[in-house]
């Protein structure tokens, strides 16, 4: 590959804003519901199929590395900047770079490959519940205001055993996610002419 | 604006400019992102924090924004209205509204220094600022066009579900499928379709391109950048004192 195909351009950079902020939207939408207790850990399967959509139709756009890792760790920022502490970034990091190497052995073409890229990617969602399990009397005394009730409920939710849990339904969520995104595509997006 | 001002003229400029330079703007947020709503510090930063939630407001009246400043200040006076009430409701209506007071107190000071942020910052401004911090582009201009896009983005939404709850596909119909599908796609092919425009008409003006770009936008730290600075600093000194067990009487 020459220079040309592989650094990114200012094309690609505007689009991984755009993208970007689709997701974003999207996620701050589906996460007014996190503040019910029972939503809380259903978000990490309603966030990663939701935002399928606009992921698959950003993978259409992607040809070159880099971009997907640009969006991870955009989002890791601004989940800093919501609020939600320094782990996301760490797990965006970390599920950008696989998510990264995903789609490269699939040369950024094989359709398989998006879908599975898309999983290892919604495995950032993860850190916005990490410190629920590492600091957990941290993470409740900035929720003090909400009531006693509301954290029974949540810490009843949220035993320990529930970490992996959350870890594997971003992932398969996030499978599942990216194949409504590719059904999505084919029915509105190619007509539409945008895909 | 001056009528016989042209836009790129230096008194022109001047007078767009806005009080506060983006980069304090930035520096704010993140300290604000960081203590009031991510509770670094704990307790002992009670008083500090105080300070820094008023801030915002401030600065909403000091740009001029009237709407913007009593939209903040009815929403945390709600929020603080259902924390009062809480104690005389029903023990279930007493949750909900405890609940909802705990949202709103902890969230209106961050939303609010948000929207100071979006609508007193120019995208010119924005790019300019994060040159002088040398960020690099690939950082700079994806979160211009975020922040460029998200109001655009809340407006389509909003004229899309008008739309569709005329044709009777809404919220709470029990049709979760249906909405996704009708909401979601028209308000991102309209989102992407706008976000292309944008980009062409971005891309025109040199924006990636391999040549340094200027900018007409005057920007540059003033004495009100560097006293909040220096509160922005402060807040952090304090904050690792405090690591290191240090009380601090304030």
Same mark, same amino acid.
Do not use: N, Y
């Given at each position: 590959m020459n220079q040309n195909e592989t650094k990114l351009g200012g094309r690609d950079l505007i689009n991984v804003g755009i993208y970007t902020a689709i997701y974003f939207a999207i996620l701050m939408a589906v996460a #007014?519901?996190? #503040? $019910?207790p029972i939503f809380l850990p259903l978000l990490s399967v309603l966030v990663p199929i939701l935002g399928g959509v606009p992921f698959m139709l950003f993978l259409t756009k992607?040809?070159?590395?880099g971009m997907v890792f640009i969006m991870a760790m955009i989002m890791g920022i601004m989940m800093l900047l919501t609020g939600m502490g320094p782990w996301p970034l760490l797990t965006c990091a970390a599920a950008g770079v696989l998510a990264e190497l995903c789609l490269k052995s699939g040369n950024y073409r094989s359709a398989k490959k998006s879908v599975l890229a898309y999983g290892l990617f919604s495995l950032w969602i993860f850190g916005n519940y990490l410190p629920l399990f590492t600091d957990y009397e941290g993470y409740f005394a900035q929720r003090e205001s909400y009531g006693q009730a509301y954290i029974d409920a949540v810490s009843k939710l949220m035993p320990l055993w529930m970490a992996p849990v959350l870890l594997a339904a971003c992932f398969v969520c996030g499978i599942l996610g990216g194949m409504l995104g590719r059904a999505l595509l084919k029915k509105h997006f190619e007509k539409a002419g945008i895909a | 604006m001056n009528a016989q001002n042209a836009y790129s003229s230096k008194a022109a400029q001047d007078e767009r400019r806005?009080? &506060?330079d983006p980069r304090t703007k930035l520096a704010l947020t993140a300290t604000l992102a960081l203590?009031?709503?991510?509770? &670094?510090?704990?307790?002992?930063m009670e008083p500090v924090k105080t300070v820094l939630s008023a801030l915002p407001f401030l600065l909403l009246l000091v740009e001029r924004e009237w709407k913007r400043f009593f939209r903040g200040c009815l929403m945390l006076g709600i929020g603080y209205g259902l924390l009062v009430l809480m104690p005389h409701l029903p023990r279930a209506l007493g949750f909900f509204a405890l609940m909802c007071g705990g949202i709103l107190t902890r969230f209106v000071v961050t939303v609010v220094m948000g929207e100071y942020l979006v609508a007193s910052t120019s995208v010119s401004e924005f790019i300019s600022g994060m040159e002088k911090l040398r960020m690099p582009a690939a950082v700079t201009i994806p979160l211009s066009v975020m922040f460029r896009l998200f109001p655009t983005i809340g407006a389509e939404w909003k004229s899309i579900r008008r739309a569709m709850g005329m044709r009777g $596909?809404? #919220?709470?119909?029990?049709r979760a499928g249906e909405m996704l599908e009708y909401q979601l796609v028209p308000m991102m092919t309209s989102s992407v379709r706008i976000g292309e425009e944008l980009s062409a008409s971005a891309l025109t003006r040199?924006?990636?391109?391999p040549v340094k770009r200027t900018n007409i936008c005057r920007i540059g730290f003033r004495a009100q950048d560097w006293i909040l600075l220096g509160l922005c600093l402060a807040v952090f000194a304090l904050w690792i004192l405090g690591l290191f067990g240090w009380e601090v009487g304030v």
């Open positions: #007014m519901l996190g #503040m $019910i992607v040809k070159k590395p | 806005s009080f &506060l203590f009031v709503l991510g509770g &670094l510090g704990g307790e002992r $596909i809404s #919220m709470g119909g029990g040199g924006l990636g391109g």
